[in-house]
């Protein structure tokens, strides 16, 4: 069974930093591409970045609204993925989805970790 | 940036009803469109992807059509365990994109 479990979220400063975990099993994780995925209270779902496998050199891609500020990263040895969030802003308060990408399946997101809350206030 | 416009925004059914959920890209992502299902609390799930496909052990009264630019995201006959919210995705290029969801209750 696909497991993906995130950790790390809190309550944080604005300015301040956070860095999520998420711990997969049940597959091979080398394998995939995997996704940051959040979600602001009572608003929909935003992508956030992405990591491709060891093939396509680890390469990565964020939104517009982190870029320069998260850094996505990941230790297929431990199964685990990470994101490194900087330079917090109130607004990047939400739920963070660890994501599985299925690259047979058009890229979508086919597993859903239960998602860490990262709260931005002073 | 493509743009993922959903309609309804809400919509309220009896149980045994046909509900069609749409979802319109501001620039045609051919077939690269998923649909998720969020119950309140929870983590989002795959239902669709390659805007079609109906993701393994998902209700077979779920399905998806559609190619381009327009999408659409049917219920045959809702049932209770339904209420939920629906988003479509595109994954045609970045960043990904979501539409800003349905919501859907039993009436």
């Known amino acids: 069974e696909v497991q993906l479990v995130e950790s790390g979220g809190g309550l944080v400063q604005p300015g301040g930093s956070l860095r999520l975990s998420c711990a997969a099993s049940?597959?091979?994780?080398?394998?995939?591409?995997m996704d940051w995925v959040r979600q602001a209270p009572m608003k929909g779902l935003e992508w956030v970045a992405r990591i491709r496998k060891k093939a396509n050199s680890y390469t990565t891609e964020y939104a517009a609204s982190v870029k320069g500020r998260f850094t996505i990263s990941r230790d297929d040895s431990s199964n685990s993925l990470y994101l490194q969030m900087n330079s917090l802003k109130t607004e990047d308060t939400a739920v963070y989805y660890c994501v599985r990408v299925n690259d047979q399946n058009k890229y979508t997101f086919d597993h859903w970790g239960q998602g860490t809350l990262v709260s931005v206030s002073s | 940036d493509i743009q993922m416009t959903q309609s309804p925004s809400s919509l309220s059914a009896s149980v045994g009803d046909r509900v069609i959920i749409t979802c319109r890209a501001s620039q045609g992502i051919g077939n690269d469109l998923g649909w998720y299902q969020q119950k309140p609390g929870k983590a989002p799930e795959r239902l669709i992807y390659a805007a079609s496909s109906l993701q393994s052990g998902a209700p077979s009264r779920f399905s998806g059509s559609g190619s381009g630019t327009e999408f659409t995201l049917t219920i045959s006959s809702l049932q209770p365990e339904d209420c939920a919210t629906y988003y479509c995705s595109q994954h045609n290029s970045y960043p990904v994109t979501f539409g800003g969801g349905t919501k859907v209750e039993i009436k």
């Open positions: 049940g597959f091979t994780f080398s394998d995939h591409y």
